[in-house]
């Protein structure tokens, strides 16, 4: 569970730390103090830093410090996904997630532990900016689309006495106005052997025969594609 600092001491005490330390010593206390308390990075350092502006004694208008880790992240998200509605962009943030890390870098654990606890009603209530289901129709209608191309080709080898060999290809372009797509091919291979009667058949795979990595945005559905070399076996029976 993220921690808060709840306590003017506490706070003090890493900011005291924090003044003392050089260049090197004030990056590695940061990772410390956003690994155990789940802040994104600049907002620590404006905490740290003591940079931050005064409390006015009036009530908090932004989001509380347990999902302040996230304000950035979901602001991102939800301007790439055409500013979805807090109903629909709440699922949307994992499908999305891979996509912004390739992008903006890896979050922490703490910060992903918290993304997966999101719904609807947080993004609503507790994160400014995220309109109601009713108030972004009109921006739904205008969303972004993107065009996924694909050309799948095969070629199938089968020898009497119950060996087989099988290859795929798949080509896949994908554009989009606003968001980059990708360009490239992926190539599969099977070897195998049918028992008699075809009551068994046992068959050895290797996907993604070159070891081709893709970055398709998650505005087109699309079969989930091994990004890396994979080894398949299976073996099915007939009764």
């Not at 907002?43 to 003591?50: E, F, R, W």
């Not at 109601?132 to 080898?157: C, G, P």
């Not at 009667?197 to 079969?223: C, I, K, M, Q, V």
């Amino acid at each position: 569970m993220t921690k808060e600092l709840n306590r003017t001491e506490e706070l003090n005490r890493w900011q005291k730390r924090y003044e003392r330390r050089n260049r090197e010593g004030r990056s590695r206390m940061l990772d410390e103090f956003c690994e155990q308390y789940g802040y994104e990075r600049k907002y620590a350092i404006k905490l740290l830093g003591n940079e931050l502006p005064a409390a006015s004694g009036k009530e908090r208008s932004g989001p509380p410090c347990e999902y302040q880790p996230l304000l950035e992240v979901v602001e991102r998200i939800w301007s790439a996904a055409e500013q979805l509605c807090g109903k629909r962009l709440a699922p949307a943030l994992g499908i999305w997630l891979p996509h912004y890390e390739v992008h903006y870098g890896k979050l922490l654990p703490s910060q992903k532990k918290l993304l997966g606890q999101v719904s609807a009603a947080t993004l609503d209530q507790n994160l400014p900016g995220i309109p109601d289901a009713t108030a972004n129709l009109a921006t739904l209608e205008k969303i972004d689309r993107a065009v996924l191309h694909q050309i799948s080709l095969s070629a199938n080898f089968n020898h009497p006495s119950g060996f087989f060999a099988q290859w795929e290809s798949a080509w896949y372009r994908q554009s989009s106005a606003s968001l980059p797509g990708d360009d490239f091919w992926q190539h599969d291979v099977y070897l195998g052997y049918r028992f008699p009667r075809r009551y068994a058949e046992l068959r050895f795979g290797l996907l993604n025969l070159f070891d081709t990595d893709y970055r398709l945005n998650p505005l087109n559905l699309h079969s989930d594609l091994p990004r890396n070399r994979t080894f398949t076996t299976s073996l099915r029976l007939n009764f």
